[in-house]
C-alpha cells in the first residue's frame, strides 16, 4: 500500500495519522479499540459550575490551572499570572507560574506564593514560565512547564524563544529544581514542524512507568510569526529525561485540513486502564475538526499516545459552559486540564476564561467544573 492509499484507508475508518510511522504501528492504530467499562463520556459528566469556583486576581490574569491533591486532602494548583496593566498580550513576556492552596477540588483557591519565578535572564527561562502542567510521578512533584527569555518587550522574541521544561519537588510546596536546559528543544532541521519554539507541554505517566509528553510546535518559515502550529511527542525513562522525539507530529489533521494554520490547542493528556487501557487527551477544537463546534473541547483516545482519533464520545465542551445559576459563560473554555482521582476517575474539569469587551481581552479567570464521571 503507497502513501497516499494508506492515508486514505486511515481516513476513512477514523484514525488520525502520524508522520513517519512504522506499518506496526499503523496496523495498531486500524485495529478496532476494545473497551472495558464502556465508551468515556466525558461531555456527558459536565456538570453547571458554582461561581463561586472561579478563581480571580483582580491585578491579575488568571490562566492555565493545573491540580494535584495529596493525601491530608489539600488541593494544590499550579497556575499562569501576569499583570493585568500589561494587557493580555503581556502572558508571552511576563507570565509566571504561581500556587494556590483549597480545602476542596472547587476551592476556593488561596495564592501561596510564585512557584517558579523569573531568574538569571541569560538562562533559558529566566524572564517568563507559563503552561503548568502538574504531574506525579512516584515520590516527585513534577510541574511541566514552557519558558522563555527576551527582552521584556517584544512579544515574537518571546514567543520565538518558547520552550519546554520541567520543574520537579518532594513536596508540592517545593522547593522546585529548575535545571539548565528546557527537555524539549527546537529541531536544527528548519523543515521541521518544532524548527521554531516548543510549548504548551502535556505529560502523563505510561503503563511501563515512563513518561509521555506531548507539546505544541511552530515551524520556522523564515518569519517571524512562523508557519503552522502542530503537536509533536516524546518519550523518557523518567521525568528528568533524556526525552526523545517521536517521528512527525501528532493530533495530524484530515486531507480537508491538512493546510489549516492551527488545528488543536491546549492538549491535557493519561492513560487510563480504567476506560480501555489507553491513551486520553482532552484538546482545544480549533477549527471544528473532532467535533464540530469550533473552539470547543475534544476528547481524543490513543492506544500508543502517537496515533489519535476522536474519541467515541468526541464532544466535552462546546462554544460555551453552562453555570449554576442558569446562565451561560458567553465565553469558551481554554487551557483544559483534569483532576483523576485514585479509583482513575475524572473528577474536575479545569480551565480558563476570558473576559471579552468589544476590542480586547479585559481580563481572565481560572474555573474549576464538576464532573459527574459513571464508571
Known amino acids: 500500500m503507497n502513501a497516499t492509499s494508506r ?49 480571580l486576581d483582580e491585578n491579575f490574569y488568571i490562566w492555565c490551572g493545573s491540580v494535584t491533591r495529596t493525601a491530608d486532602g489539600k488541593c494544590h494548583m499550579y497556575y499562569s499570572r501576569w499583570p493585568k496593566v500589561l494587557g493580555h498580550d503581556a502572558w508571552v513576556t511576563h507570565s509566571e507560574v504561581a500556587y494556590a492552596v483549597a480545602d476542596d477540588l472547587f476551592g476556593p483557591f488561596r495564592h501561596v506564593n510564585v512557584a517558579l519565578p523569573r531568574r538569571d535572564p541569560a538562562r533559558w527561562d529566566g524572564n517568563v514560565t507559563h503552561n503548568p502542567n502538574i504531574v506525579r510521578i512516584g515520590d516527585k512533584f513534577c510541574l511541566y512547564y514552557m519558558g522563555n527569555r527576551g527582552d521584556g518587550k517584544s512579544y515574537w522574541i518571546h514567543r520565538n524563544n518558547q520552550r519546554v521544561g ?34 504548551n507541554p502535556a505529560a502523563c505517566i505510561r503503563p511501563d512507568g515512563s513518561v509521555l509528553l506531548i507539546y505544541k510546535a511552530v515551524t520556522d518559515n523564515g518569519t517571524p510569526r512562523g508557519g503552522r502550529v502542530r503537536f509533536g511527542a516524546a518519550t523518557a525513562a523518567g521525568p528528568e529525561g533524556p526525552y526523545f522525539k517521536s517521528t512527525g507530529e501528532v493530533f495530524e489533521p484530515t486531507l480537508v ?11 491535557f493528556v493519561w492513560y487510563s486502564r480504567l476506560y480501555g487501557e489507553r491513551y486520553y487527551a482532552l484538546s482545544r477544537d480549533v477549527v471544528g475538526m473532532f467535533t464540530g463546534a469550533v473552539g470547543g473541547i475534544a476528547l481524543l483516545e490513543s492506544h500508543d499516545g502517537l496515533v489519535w482519533r476522536a474519541a467515541a464520545h468526541p464532544a466535552v465542551v462546546g462554544k460555551d459552559f453552562a453555570w449554576a445559576d442558569g446562565s451561560r459563560s458567553g465565553t469558551k473554555l481554554e487551557r483544559p486540564q483534569l483532576y483523576i482521582d485514585e479509583a482513575e476517575i475524572p473528577r474536575g474539569l479545569y480551565g480558563a476564561v476570558d473576559v471579552n469587551q468589544p476590542s480586547h481581552r479585559s481580563h481572565s479567570f481560572n474555573v474549576a467544573i464538576p464532573l459527574e464521571v459513571r464508571p
Open 7 to 55: 492515508r486514505e484507508f486511515l481516513e476513512r475508518t477514523g484514525t488520525l495519522i502520524l508522520g513517519g510511522l512504522t506499518g506496526i504501528a499503523v496496523a495498531r492504530a486500524a485495529t478496532p479499540l476494545t473497551r472495558d467499562t464502556g465508551p468515556l463520556d466525558l461531555g456527558a459528566a459536565v456538570r453547571p459550575a458554582p461561581k463561586a469556583t472561579r478563581f
Open 166 to 199: 520541567v520543574a520537579i519537588a518532594p513536596d508540592p510546596r517545593g522547593p522546585w529544581q529548575r535545571f539548565d536546559r528546557p527537555i524539549v528543544d527546537v529541531s536544527s532541521e528548519q523543515r521541521a514542524f518544532d524548527s521554531l519554539c516548543t510549548t
Open 257 to 267: 485540513h491538512r493546510e489549516a494554520w492551527m488545528v488543536a490547542e491546549d492538549p
